[in-house]
């Protein structure tokens, strides 16, 4: 397996466990007001410092990889053509995923807008984000959320491209 | 993902005296992984490796690379 096969995996791994964590917690919250709370500042900082303990823990584990593997922790391979041509097929496909999910918030938004009685009847479960996401309506916390959870999709489409596209040849 | 481009690189490798693949990674400025897919015919290589591979091997591009069914 080549340095940045490793590196996708890794990438793949931490960024699939931020997005949970986050969206698990996020989606979960009653009603957006909750978005704009004291409450999310503090969950969002909490965030930022899983997300960089995550990074240098993910590049510790690459250099041990490595180091197990006879290789000088030091040294980085080089991108040769095929290693691009992957990063070019993986920014596409994240590239589309993202237009479409970016496209489906926009109709998401003119529907909750226009169409006061989209989407299944709300039960009687109490409000959370997902169910405002899905029945509007929108305000700009949660499009802002929509966004983020469609480049997080993007970003763990972009990986997975890679790592297909390796396992399995370009 | 299988390509039409079949080549010789492997048999190539064993007659220049049992270069490794790295060896020959090292030489035409590619990974091992690149050279390894080629040879099992899984990447098409561009026309300027397919170029560096062969000159590594000491033949030309003809003799390590041919296109579609053998004939």
New interface residues.
Partial sequence: ??QH?RVSWVSLIVNAFIGYWYFARVLGMPGDAALLGPGMAVFALNLIIVAIFAGILSELVLRLIQIRSGGDPRRR??L????RLINLRANRNAYVLLVIAVAAVLSLIALTQWMPSWGVPRSAAPETVLIRMAHGPLTGPLIAQLLLLALTLATLCKYVTRIVS?R??? | MATEVRNQIRKLRFERGELTQQQLADRVAATRQTINAIEAGHYAPSLELAFRIARALGKGIEDVFSYGDPA
């Fill in positions: 397996m080549s096969e391979e080089k040769d053509e095929r290693d390796y399995r040849g370009y």
